[in-house]
């Protein structure tokens, strides 16, 4: 039987988190996932997600300064301080309210160096979530909504994964994102989860 997870990023979004879980369940989905959620304390999230009985499936760590067009620290040359801080505080929120993966954000950048930053900072945040069985996910964005952004294709994706090489990092594969960026949806999501490691993906709208 097909399950549904409402992104609570999108769905009710004029709600307060705790109440838009409430309005999920009523609404007859079978779990929750979000961006940001912490402007609400994770209490209240978790005892929303209690009184439902939902999953909490991921959330996203910070995007930075969102007013000079950042979205995401992790490939940031010279941010890795910041990076980590919000990954730590990721974790510890995905711990409180139970959430299985967190969405590591690359942010707008580019270049060897970026790269370099960027599997650094996963590696970190993956050896961090493993204590609690946490899934790290990476994301491809697509550069007509998000112009710049680090990570940009399937391909690019699967590569980090396999420099990377822990299991705690798979691909969230968007296929919105990734039909504007690469098309053939079909044959590319035959190929994702082809590998030595067998790392799975996440499918989104």
């Known amino acids: 039987m097909t399950k549904f997870s409402a992104n609570l990023g999108f ?5 307060t988190l705790p109440n838009a ?3 999920t369940k009523s609404a007859g989905f079978d779990a929750v996932e979000c961006h940001w959620p912490y402007e609400y304390p994770a209490q209240d999230v978790k005892a929303a997600l209690q009184e439902t009985g939902l999953q909490m499936l991921g959330i996203n760590t910070k995007r930075g300064d969102v007013a ?6 992790a490939a940031l040359v010279g ?3 910041e990076a980590r801080a919000a990954i730590d505080e990721a974790i510890e929120y995905a711990v409180a309210v139970d959430a299985d993966n967190i969405h590591v954000m690359a942010g707008v950048a580019s270049g060897v160096e970026a790269h370099s930053t960027f599997i650094f900072n996963l590696q970190y945040a993956c050896d961090k979530a493993s204590a609690f069985d946490i899934t790290i996910l990476i994301e491809p964005l697509n550069h007509y909504d998000v112009p710049g ?10 590569a980090i994964i396999d420099e990377v090489s822990l299991s705690n990092l798979k691909l969230m594969f968007d296929c919105y994102h990734v039909q504007l960026m690469e098309g053939d949806i079909s044959n590319r999501l035959k190929k994702a989860p082809t590998n030595n490691r067998s790392y799975s993906v996440c499918f989104c709208a």
């Open 68 to 73: 000079a067009g950042e979205n995401g620290l």
């Open 149 to 158: 952004y680090f990570l940009s294709t399937s391909e690019q994706a699967k």
């Open 11 to 15: 769905l009710w979004s004029d709600l």
């Open 79 to 81: 941010r890795e301080e």
């Open 21 to 23: 879980i409430l309005a």
